[in-house]
């Protein structure tokens, strides 16, 4: 399939291209997990030093703000404060505080926040595994995972904890298959299960500093993102055979996909672009479109409405990139 590059300096929005602003944006929002809720047709934005858990409408952009986490008036690029990591579980949203280290339960409805739960470590990820109603809570300063049961009234309790040498680094649930998936912090990743919680495979994923993961569960494929530019698909029905290899551009951290279209995004804080990739039906990958991004971006997601979702982070806002390439899954 022929690509298409477009032209423009780092940070302009281009004309196919709109931009959320979000509260207290002043001096600048340090961004690490972004997501897309189906369920709630929100994209999910933890938003660090300003202590807001921020949910935008794709389609009309309006933005719903629930307050109440650690907050800091000062920005130095990172996100190493406040709120990094959100997940929607059984109708109520779940996030990790990472200055007061706490795993914090909400209702998105009423941006209610309700009980918080002292996690062993500075957190990374959450993510909920359906099959065993539980939250896994990435803590890659302790090189684990800790586990939390959900009562039937949503409240967290821990119950376990993962030794991951060498990491977390991303995590990704595979309900199909019964496994998660997470890296190793240079050149492998590793497959859980999520009854027996045993890592039961390790596959070489090519790269030097293992950033970027995101799953085709229905195809098994599971997507690798290096911070030093390549992204590789893995087969993980075939021991995590690897299918294809590309590169273009770096410093990558959070990776987006739409399954239904079978296009993978990347936005990099090296080369301050935004990478559109296609996979086919054979798991291959070709480029569609490289555009510039903001600097120091290093997160995207994607919607179910053929948008990719780009942070900037020094101005503290979110770029909806529309996504004009066909299905490469045809």
């Excluded at 803590?139 to 409240?155: C, H, K, N, V």
């Excluded at 992204?231 to 996909?257: C, N, P, T």
Aim: with cysteine.
């Amino acid at each position: 399939m022929a690509c298409s590059k477009s032209a423009g300096l780092p940070g302009v929005v281009q004309a196919d291209a709109a931009t959320v602003s979000l509260p207290d944006t002043p001096p600048g929002i340090g961004f690490d997990d972004l997501r897309y809720s189906p369920g709630l047709h929100r994209v999910l934005a933890p938003s660090g030093r300003s202590g807001r858990i921020n949910l935008i409408d794709p389609v009309n952009l309006q933005i719903q703000s629930i307050s109440g986490f650690s907050a800091t008036a000062e920005y130095t690029g990172g996100h190493d404060d406040g709120p990094t990591s959100v997940e929607e579980a059984l109708g109520k949203l779940y996030a990790t505080d990472r200055t007061t280290r706490t795993l914090v339960a909400m209702d998105p409805k009423t941006g209610h926040l309700g009980l918080r739960v002292k996690l062993a470590a500075e957190p990374d990820y959450v993510r909920f595994v359906p099959d065993t109603r539980e939250l896994w809570v990435t803590e890659p300063s302790a090189d684990q995972i800790e586990i939390f049961a959900l009562s039937p009234e949503g409240d967290p309790s821990a119950v376990a904890t993962i030794p991951v040498e060498n990491g977390p680094e991303s995590l990704v649930v595979d309900s199909v298959r019964g496994r998660a998936y997470t890296h190793r912090w240079q050149r492998s990743t590793l497959a859980l299960d999520l009854r027996t919680r045993a890592v039961v495979a390790e596959w070489p994923n090519g790269c030097a500093a293992s950033r970027g993961i995101a799953l085709d569960e229905r195809r098994g494929w599971l997507f690798s993102g290096c911070n030093e530019g390549p992204v590789l698909v893995l087969d993980v029905a075939h021991d995590g055979r690897i299918l294809s290899r590309v590169q273009e551009g770096s410093g990558f951290d959070v990776i987006g996909y739409n399954a239904g279209l079978g296009h993978l995004y990347l936005a990099g804080s090296v080369c301050s672009c935004l990478v559109m990739l296609g996979v086919d039906p054979k798991g291959q990958l070709t480029l569609l479109e490289r555009r510039s991004a903001p600097p120091r971006t290093h997160c995207v997601t994607a919607d179910d409405a053929g948008n990719a979702w780009v942070c900037d982070p020094d101005r503290g806002r979110l770029l909806r990139v529309r996504d004009r390439h066909p299905s490469t899954l045809n």
